[in-house]
C-alpha cells in the first residue's frame, strides 16, 4: 500500500494539488459480474453495502476507464474540527478533488495493493439512499485479524467526522 509521510503541519487546502494514490479502473461487467468478483476475491461485503449495491444508485460506468484517486485526512482539506459529509464535498471540489461513481469502491477493494490491519477510509460519493430512506456511503476497512471488508455507512446531514478520518476521492484531470 502506497504510504504517506507525515508532516507536522499539513499543507492549506487548495496550497497544491493532491498526490495521486492510485490509478483504478471501472467500468465494464454488471453488478452480478462485480458482486461474484468480491465474493471470489474473499471480500466481506457487510449487508448494508450489499444492499446498496443492489440499489438503482449504484450505476455502473458503461465501459472501461481510468480513474485517479488521492487518500487525503480531512485536516488536509483544511477542517480542524468535526465536519458533516455536505461540507466535506464542497472542499474536495475546492482542491480538484470530485466524488467517485459508486462502483469505484468494489472497484478499488478488488484493486487496492496488500491493505494493512487497521487501516480504514470513507469513499467519496454521492451517497446512496438506503431501504429506509437514509444516505449511506462507502467504507472499506482491514479488520486487525486481516479481514478486508466493503462496508456502508451512513451519513445523515447531522452526522459528523474527526478531521483525522481518511476519504478517497476522485482527481480532475
Known amino acids: 500500500m502506497a504510504r504517506r509521510i507525515k508532516s507536522s503541519t499539513p499543507a492549506p487546502a487548495g496550497a497544491e494539488r493532491l498526490p495521486v494514490y492510485l490509478e483504478i479502473e471501472v467500468g465494464g461487467g454488471s453488478k452480478r ?62 482542491v480538484g478533488g470530485e466524488k ?20 480504514h477510509f470513507w469513499v467519496l460519493m454521492d451517497p446512496i439512499k438506503g431501504r429506509d430512506g437514509e444516505p449511506y456511503v462507502f467504507y472499506l476497512v482491514c479488520h486487525d485479524d486481516g479481514e478486508r471488508r466493503l462496508l456502508g455507512r451512513y451519513v445523515s446531514p447531522g452526522r459528523r467526522f474527526f478531521p483525522h478520518r481518511e476519504i478517497v476521492l476522485g482527481l480532475r484531470e
Open 33 to 94: 459480474q462485480l458482486v461474484q468478483a468480491l465474493d471470489t476475491g474473499g471480500c466481506y461485503i457487510g449487508p448494508c453495502a450489499r444492499e446498496m449495491i443492489s440499489r438503482p444508485g449504484f450505476t455502473m460506468a458503461p465501459g472501461p476507464r481510468t480513474i485517479k484517486l488521492a487518500r487525503v485526512q480531512l485536516r488536509t482539506l483544511g477542517f480542524t474540527d468535526w465536519v458533516a459529509w455536505g461540507d466535506i464535498l464542497k472542499a474536495a471540489a475546492g
Open 100 to 119: 467517485l461513481p459508486p462502483e469505484a469502491a468494489a472497484r478499488l477493494w478488488l484493486q487496492l495493493p496488500d491493505q494493512q490491519p487497521g487501516d
